[in-house]
């Protein structure tokens, strides 16, 4: 077994602490990657606090990693020593499914195991993510990271920048289209860059009249404050596309007004209570509302070339891994622009 630092979480309340953990010995089609940075996703804070159940402690998050290749299996053919790559939020799934084979194993009718808190094939072997300074995946399920590009702005493409890129081609969103991005985090961030770059016409619709000019930086064309009746009024029947990237509690009918007579509205958020949808939100005018979940491997390996070819990357505040319970405080205040990213050398202090 190899020996890897780690930081966890030993129960719902506590802070997380160091750690020592063993991963598998490296198998003729794995990949050991020596783990450079991992961003912070909203999701590592829900499953540290148990907030969606479930939780096995000890538990070690991070699913937005990119480190450097330090070994590699007998039969690897996709990396050598010294690669930069790349996992994201899953390291494996049944391989045979439908979804599977058609290059969806996110949605895995079978068995999809999550790079943390999730159980291996086996069904008994846990899985610990990247807050941790080794870790041994297929390379079937490893990404390749172009060298020319800041690592540590790459490491949230790896959940934030897939979960965003997935519908927007899956939607064909491009230029013509008028877009809303509900909500400027993490998510939102990346869902203005990525559709701003296919040509689409982008509004955030925030409650934070401050974030305004941050979201014109970012590439949207246009701004509203979704807490003014009078902007709320001139917004209705606007957009072809929403994407709602919001995990708090809101409400979704006020944002389907907003859609125009077959619209599109895209969840991406996952808020921890059931939310009402009025029928006539949608009757009306033929409206949808869908869900999308993160990208399969081929489309996440899609979504890297095509930010390195559009220099479009992650807007980060690097932190040293000492820092991380800090780190939960601010990002539940919204106190980051726009991603927390651990630079995991920290941990060899």
Request: with cysteine; proline share 4%.
């Amino acid at each position: 077994m190899i020996p890897a630092k780690a930081y966890a979480a030993f129960d719902a309340t506590s802070p997380l602490a160091p750690h020592t953990l063993e991963r598998r010995e490296v198998g003729e089609f794995d990949v050991q990657i020596e783990i450079l940075f991992c961003g912070v996703c909203h999701s590592d804070l829900h499953q540290a606090r148990n907030e969606w159940g479930g939780s096995m402690y000890p538990l070690v998050p991070g699913h937005e990693i990119v480190g450097r290749v330090s070994k590699v299996g007998t039969k690897v053919s996709k990396f050598k020593e010294g690669d930069f790559a790349g996992i994201g939020c899953f390291v494996d799934s049944c391989r045979e499914c439908h979804s599977c084979k058609e290059g969806l194993e996110q949605y895995c009718e079978v068995h999809n195991v999550g790079t943390y808190n999730s159980y291996e094939l086996d069904n008994k072997t846990i899985t610990y993510g990247g807050y941790s300074s080794q870790i041994v995946v297929d390379e079937k399920y490893t990404l390749k990271v172009s060298e020319n590009m800041d690592l540590s702005r790459v490491a949230p493409l790896l959940c934030a920048g897939i979960t965003t890129y997935s519908p927007i081609m899956q939607w064909n969103i491009e230029a013509g289209h008028r877009v809303g991005i509900v909500g400027l985090g993490g998510l939102g961030h990346m869902a203005v860059k990525i559709a701003a770059s296919k040509g689409a016409d982008v509004t955030v619709l925030s409650t934070s009249p401050s974030k305004k000019q941050d979201a014109l930086d970012l590439g949207a064309h246009n701004f509203a404050v979704t807490k003014d009746p009078e902007e709320l009024n001139k917004l209705r029947n606007s957009f072809d596309f929403i994407i709602d990237t919001v995990s708090a509690p809101h409400d979704y009918n006020l944002y389907l007004s907003m859609l125009r007579r077959d619209g599109t509205m895209i969840l991406l958020g996952a808020p921890p209570e059931p939310s009402t949808v009025a029928g006539f939100s949608l009757i009306a005018r033929r409206k949808r509302l869908v869900g999308s979940m993160i990208g399969g491997i081929a489309e996440t390996q899609e979504m890297l070339d095509y930010c390195a070819a559009h220099n479009i990357l992650s807007d980060v505040e690097v932190i040293p891994i000492q820092e991380i319970n800090t780190a939960y405080e601010r990002m539940l205040k919204s106190d980051v622009k726009y991603r927390f990213v651990i630079d995991m050398a920290s941990l060899k202090e």
